[in-house]
């Protein structure tokens, strides 16, 4: 019977926290809000380390947190977050560690999928960023699995960059520009467009092609970029992408990033958004 | 050296008065920068998007360049620093493009300091333009598409011309603005970035040697763990 009402109890709580973060959305989003914002998932093993927790076990503490710091910004309207989740630098750490990490990527993966998760609830199409032939087979094929599975949603988008670097990914999309362009003076069907940085020099290529080519093609550029553990610097993560980016680095370990962080951090966007606003029409022309 | 305009304006004055406030704060951070034993510094001193600026303020700064670069020719050969210039050049007027010529080219023997000034500069067009020049390379058959990695494109950068030291180990940007506006994308993969809310021409040898006191408490991993 007390656990009955234990149960009622936390059901009437939980929907009040619901019904109290809807209110405080609403209101927060009076203001300009982001449209994409990126997170450098940065202080898991330091979290594991403060609270002696056994080795690894930081990373699911920050898958979990993830969740639901992903929930609360799909619930503010946010359209696209993108998650620095393995760097190709990771790869050069001790490969227990690594194996480990291929593990958890492919579990979580997986539990992603499931029924009663976010992805279902958000209807949420899930993009991996990144040289994915580096990943473990397993790894990989998850995440194939779960990009095809929710290829065809309509809501959000979660990008999560694995096995990723910037400069990697510039070099990737340069390489296809190249093929591409070469494959089509072959064949014969570049046809003569009267554009100069097209026709004649064959291998030119223009920003466009470099854009498209992209692992981030679909995507506008990020409005916000939080790293959290205090860290300053992007890490090699989205350096062509984060030219107008308004930069954060908040001191909380990920494991610890809140809500209370995250209204703090959309604030502080909306403070300097003007500015912004008039040097990204600047940037466009 | 972000909020030249922005100091002049707290003080009632022209954005004329800011620039040149930051001119001899530049030269004072390159005095220090030289005696600390610092060995490149590079500063953004006008982007490709500033040309949209009042055409007032953009003659004014460009005579100003023209200015600095005359005078200070001498004093870059007796200190010993060897200037180089980044960005479209071709943007500027035909004086200061034949300027800009002559000082790196007098000066790309020293070997004290290395100081790059970006002028009329953009990031992205700069990695463009990197891109576009292995695309010729491809084109030619000189090099194949798959083996294109990512030296070949720090190689193409404008930022070569300094070549032993390609990437910025700090990174500074004054008056709080917080994002790298199109400044060395590339090149700051893994630059640790300090953000101040002075303004540039307030910025003094007390907040440079707070800038660097923070740098040396950061624990760089490059993506690695530190045991």
Redesign the interface.
Known sequence: MRKRSRKFVAKILGRLWRLFRRWLFLTLSIGPMPEHIAFILDGNRRYAKKKNLKMGAGHNVGFNSLVVVLRYCYELGVEYVTVYAFSIDNFRRKPEEVKGLMALMKEKIDELLEEDTIVHKFGLRIKFWGNLDMLSEPARVAAERAMAATANNTGPVLSVCVAYTSTNEIVRAIKKSCSTKRDETAEGSLGFTGDPLRDGACGSIAVADMEDNLDSADCPDPDIIIRTSGETRLSNFLLWQSTLTHLQNPIPLWPEFSLRNLIWAILEYQRVYPYFEARRRGLAK | MDGNSRWAKARGLPSSAGHEAGYRTLKKMVELSGQWGIRALTVFAFSS?NW?RPKMEVDFLMTLFENVLKESLGEFLREGIRVCIIGDSSELPPSLQKLVKEVVDKTKNNTQIDVIVAISYS??KE??QA??N???????GLLE??D???SH?TEELETNCIPEFPNPDLLIRTSG??????FL??Q????????TNTYWPDFGEADYIEALTSFQN?Q?R????IN
């Open positions: 998007e949209t990031g992205r990695i463009t891109c576009q292995i695309a010729r390379k491809v084109k030619d598409p798959e294109i990695t990512e494109i603005e917080l994002r790298l506006s199109n994308l590339w700051s993969a893994y630059t640790e970035l300090f953000f950061r760089r490059f993506g690695q763990r």
